[in-house]
């Protein structure tokens, strides 16, 4: 029989495996908290089960999917990544930011990446495979646990590293929810922030979940020649039509977006791209994170200088479109925005 990965069961699913080993129900809610609340890895931790049921959980139960291979921190300390193995060989990396009043933690959601934008060290390297909801959370448990021996917690987990989460639609929601059960680990919807490069119709699938979590999404241009030659899926959803999705998202969730836009040298940095930046966003509840591209092998550019962006920044304040620049991190060990990629150079 082939092992399956625990955080991948619902507490119903976990309470009819403990029911078919003829236990008492209230197990399943003693493994959940073991799980959930004491980030326990290993069945041999809990000391409420009797022998019997820690050796079938062993025997049923994966409950360390990542093998962690190299970790690296940066100068400052404040970002650090953990480059794992999963079973069957596939890589992902994951970051912890730590911020004067919050840790964030960047969690992947495939290993590598299919849709392929020219400038992302994960596009670059191509799509390995899905990651299951179980392994989604396991990423999460995984810092929770370190974090908690500086009695320390993390406040907030993007969906922000290898991967597209929206491909992966399923597993990404399934792991939110999971993570959200107040009997469990307990993370408030709105602590989640997922990020898009513009999947229209699973934009406004997630608008209808009725959830808090915050939408992120990637545009990077104003005009569809130019996102279209950086961001390839651009072809099969256009600028309006993103746009066009996120305001119905917003219209049903009364929540704010936020846009992604990685400043790229003499590509999308112009005034005029400002300008037609701010026309598609006018009046709508959102944010602009503005990111001077961060350098990747695979594509031969990086952001502008300083004064670029500024001069970007003012014509969307003068539009009155709330915009900031958002601060590097990590860049020297790679876990900048878009950076994630296997490098064992880097990594050894
Ligand atoms: N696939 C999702 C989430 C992962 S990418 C998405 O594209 O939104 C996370 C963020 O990093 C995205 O906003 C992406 O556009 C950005 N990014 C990718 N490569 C980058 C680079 N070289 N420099 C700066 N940001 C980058
Ligand atoms: Fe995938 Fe996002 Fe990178 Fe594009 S930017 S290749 S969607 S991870």
């Known amino acids: 029989m082939t092992k399956k990965l625990i955080y991948d069961l619902t507490l119903d699913e976990l309470t009819h495996w403990v029911s078919k080993q003829g236990e008492p129900k209230y197990r399943a809610a003693q493994i959940w908290e073991g799980l959930y609340k004491q980030y326990y890895s290993d069945p041999a931790s809990y000391s409420n089960l009797s022998k019997t049921l820690k050796k079938r959980l062993d025997q049923a139960f994966i409950f360390s999917p990542l093998m962690p291979s190299a970790t690296l921190s940066s100068r400052d300390g404040n970002t650090g990544k953990t480059l794992f193995e999963l079973s069957g060989g596939a890589r992902i990396e994951t970051v912890l930011m730590r911020y004067t009043s919050r840790n964030s933690l960047c969690v992947s959601t495939q290993s590598g990446c299919a849709m392929g934008c020219t400038f992302c060290a994960t596009g670059q390297m191509g799509f390995t495979r899905h990651l299951s909801s179980g392994e989604i959370i396991a990423q999460v448990l995984y810092y929770a646990n370190i974090l908690r021996q500086s009695s320390e917690s993390l406040t907030n987990v993007v969906f922000m590293g290898m991967g597209e989460p929206f491909q992966n639609y399923d597993a990404c929601l399934d792991a939110i929810r999971r993570l959200n059960d107040?009997?469990?680990?307990?993370?408030?919807?709105?602590?989640f922030t997922i990020s898009?490069?513009?999947?229209?119709?699973?934009?406004?699938?997630?608008?209808?979940e009725g959830l808090q979590v915050n939408l992120a999404i990637s545009l990077h241009a104003a005009d569809n020649a130019t996102r279209s030659s950086l961001v390839p899926i651009n072809r099969m959803y256009p600028i309006e039509k993103v746009i066009g999705a996120c305001k119905y998202y917003i219209q049903k969730t009364n929540r704010r977006v936020s846009?992604?836009?990685?400043?790229?040298n003499g590509v999308n940095?112009?005034?005029?791209?400002?300008?037609?930046?701010?026309?598609?966003?006018?009046?709508?509840?959102?944010?602009?994170?503005?990111?001077?591209?961060?350098?990747?092998?695979?594509?031969?550019?990086?952001g502008p200088k300083q004064e670029r962006i500024d001069a970007f920044l003012q014509i969307l304040t003068a539009k009155k479109i709330q915009a900031t620049v958002r601060t590097r991190r990590g860049i020297e060990i790679q876990a900048g925005c878009g950076q994630l990629a296997y490098q064992q150079s880097n990594m050894l």
């Open 182 to 191: 107040p009997d469990g680990f307990n993370m408030g919807a709105r602590r």
């Open 196 to 208: 898009t490069v513009g999947i229209v119709p699973k934009i406004k699938k997630f608008a209808d």
């Open 259 to 264: 846009f992604e836009y990685g400043l790229i």
């Open 269 to 302: 940095d112009s005034n005029l791209q400002a300008m037609a930046l701010g026309d598609h966003l006018k009046g709508m509840l959102c944010h602009v994170n503005l990111i001077a591209l961060n350098p990747t092998d695979g594509f031969d550019n990086t």
